[in-house]
């Protein structure tokens, strides 16, 4: 009874400590060679920048790959002109509304106003009123998308961002768009 | 310019022309018109109506029928007529709380047409003219209009004048005199070029116009009623006669022939100072007996 416990213990020392045995390293062509280490295996800084390494470059007589056309600053373009062109509308029929509220201000005393005027104006003003907040949120989403845009393009080192970005981002940012990463060599 | 401030331009800019609420339209502020049908009514829901409109619908006069109960939109209390190019709700001064719509702030009846007080204000509205709608003035109390004259129509304890009573009158209303001392009434002065004649029965006492058929010009009573002098007051009343009776809850005054409220019976009115009660005649007379007709 007592050889048994002993044959378990002895049975699970010898399975971890099995694990832990590195395998025997392949012997080398030459013992002289013994000092270079292991060539195939790959150190930590390899295997932390194996992804974020260039790519190689395709053969020459490979047709070359189609470059990836950027949307963003077709997204940027339609959010720039769509905000100023609806801010400016908003803007126009906002100042329009404040005429027409101070033409109804100034005219109960001075002219007066008959009551067919007095609904007109006050239509007009209503209409021009809800244009103007029509206009003024449909800006403020264009603006929206055109900073998105932007944010997006800039993130991605896209042709909208600037070239100290493209300097400035982490490696493997900015090649997609034809950019380049990390510290880039002074002009000459 | 800075984007920060040009971007708060464009939200305060947008914000002030963007907020086109109704604005709140003033309360003497009258609208210009050519006709009575350029005005409005004021339906028996306190809607304003063009007359145009309330008369296509077909609205009926009177907001105390059962129908006007059941269907306020059905008819109108108040109606506003074309006076001096605006549209004005007409009163009389007896009266004006009843004719005069009520919850829209007017403070009195002026020549025959519901006004607002104005002048209360002079630190923010130095020149009260300009608070009353061309071509009404802002027409001082105490300075334009004779509070003495005026507290004759107006009842007792009208405040610190002296105080009387209209025998035609029947007024209910309680004005303060005092209060109105230094303000003024929006309105156009009945002897101003072009303004409209007084009421009949009424004539001109500088600025307004006061009951008193027998002043000297004073607008004729309207056919089938008579002026009728007594007690330093006259007034216009219906004509009676033994083919024409007096309506209900008044009696034929004998000798004078107008119908008069009568003293006795279940529609009996008190008579007033200066007056007694002639079971006889069923009808107030003068202390003085000074009556007489015109």
């Known amino acids: 009874m007592t050889t048994r416990p002993l044959a378990l213990v002895g049975l699970l020392a010898l399975s971890t400590a099995c694990a832990g045995v590195q395998p025997q390293l392949t012997a080398l062509p030459d013992q002289r060679l013994a000092s270079l280490g292991n060539l195939g295996a790959r150190s930590s800084f390899e295997i932390r920048t194996l992804y974020a390494a260039p790519e190689a470059p395709p053969p020459a007589d490979a047709p070359p ?17 769509g905000a100023s062109l609806l801010g400016a509308g908003a803007f126009s029929t906002g100042v329009a509304s404040y005429g027409l509220r101070r033409r109804l201000d100034n005219s109960y005393f001075d002219g007066g106003l008959s009551y067919d005027e007095y609904d007109r104006i006050n239509t007009n003003g209503e209409r021009l009123s809800d ?16 900073l998105i845009a932007y944010s997006v393009d800039w993130q991605r080192c896209g042709p909208l961002a600037p070239k100290r970005r493209r300097v400035a981002a982490p490696p493997g940012r900015c090649e997609e768009f034809g950019g380049t990463s990390g510290p880039q060599q002074p002009a000459k | 310019m800075p984007p920060r401030l040009l971007l708060a331009l464009a939200f305060s800019v947008g914000a002030l022309g963007g ?5 709140n339209v003033p309360p003497s502020f009258r609208y210009t018109c050519e006709t009575d049908d350029d005005c409005a009514v004021v339906t028996c829901r306190d809607d304003v109506l063009p007359i145009r409109d309330a008369e ?13 109960i059941a269907d306020p939109t059905s008819a109108y209390g108040y109606r506003q007529r074309c006076v001096s190019g605006l549209c004005q709700f007409p009163c009389a001064l007896a009266s004006y709380q009843n004719d005069c719509p009520t919850g829209k702030g007017y403070n009195f009846c002026f020549n025959g047409n519901c006004a607002h007080l104005c002048g209360t204000d002079d630190a923010r509205y130095p020149d009260a003219d300009a608070t009353c709608p061309d071509p009404q003035k802002c027409v001082i109390f ?8 005026l507290s004759a129509f107006l009842p007792s304890g009208g405040g610190g004048q002296s105080g009387g009573s209209s025998q035609f009158g029947g ?11 230094g303000a003024g009434i929006c309105g156009v002065r009945c002897d101003a070029e072009g303004a409209p004649a007084c009421a009949p029965g009424e004539y001109c006492s500088g600025a307004m116009c006061l009951p008193g058929c027998d002043k000297p010009g004073a607008t004729p ?8 002098a007594f007690g330093g007051f006259s007034a216009c009343l219906a004509t009676c006669s033994a083919d024409a009776p007096c ?8 000798g004078v022939n107008v119908c008069v409220t009568t003293c006795i019976g279940a529609d009996a009115v008190p008579c007033t100072d200066g007056f007694t009660c002639d079971p006889t005649l069923e009808i107030c007379v003068p202390d003085d007996g000074a009556l007489t007709t015109g």
């Open chain 2, 142 to 149: 105490g300075e334009d209009i004779d509070l003495g004259a």
């Open chain 2, 247 to 254: 309506p209900e809850g008044l009696v034929c005054a004998p």
């Open chain 1, 131 to 146: 244009a103007t907040w029509g206009l003024g949120i449909s800006a403020f989403a264009f603006a929206a998308m055109a």
């Open chain 2, 171 to 181: 007024s209910s209303q309680a004005l303060d005199l005092n209060e109105l001392e």
């Open chain 2, 221 to 228: 009573c309207v056919d089938g009623q008579t002026c009728v």
């Open chain 2, 19 to 23: 907020c086109f609420l109704s604005p």
């Open chain 2, 56 to 68: 296509a619908q077909g609205l009926a006069v009177g907001c105390d029928t059962p129908e006007a």
């Open chain 1, 65 to 81: 790959k189609p470059r990836k056309r950027a949307v963003t600053p077709i997204l940027f373009t339609i959010g720039v002109v």
